[in-house]
């Protein structure tokens, strides 16, 4: 068994900054590939972020690119979302999520076996 935890969540202004680490446990997620959803209140989870197990491809919505980045430290099995120019709209449960295939990263939330609890982030207006 694996398991996932967030952290790095919080209250943060507009155009503020936050990192989350997804850090995994009880089993080495260095050859899954690992991704990053969201869900606000009343809304559907959403991709967020990708990335293969090697780091070497990534994948975002539109909703976030050129303003998150996805990484990994396979050494340490953690996986991490900088995000920075935070709006409003990005307030949310952010999860991430562990993924057997070893292709491009997927971003369908059916596609991932392991999920964390999730860390809130709340952006200010």
């Known amino acids: 068994q694996g398991q996932l935890v967030e952290s790095g969540g919080g209250l943060v202004q507009t155009g503020g900054s936050l990192r989350l680490s997804c850090a995994a446990s009880?089993?080495?997620?260095?050859?899954?590939?690992m991704g990053w959803f969201r869900q606000a209140p009343g809304k559907a989870r959403e991709f967020v972020a990708a990335?293969?197990?090697?780091?070497?491809?990534?994948s975002y919505s539109d909703s976030v690119k050129g303003r998150f980045t996805i990484s990994r430290d396979n050494a340490k099995n953690t996986m991490y979302l900088q995000m920075n120019s935070l709006k409003p709209e990005d307030t949310a449960l952010y999860y991430c999520?562990?993924?057997?295939?070893?292709?491009?990263?997927?971003?369908?939330?059916?596609?991932?076996?392991?999920w964390g609890q999730g860390t809130q982030v709340t952006v200010s207006s």
């Open positions: 999520a562990a993924d057997k295939w070893v292709g491009t990263p997927r971003t369908q939330s059916r596609s991932y076996d392991y």
């Open positions: 990335i293969s197990w090697s780091g070497g491809s990534t």
């Open positions: 009880g089993r080495t997620f260095g050859t899954y590939a």
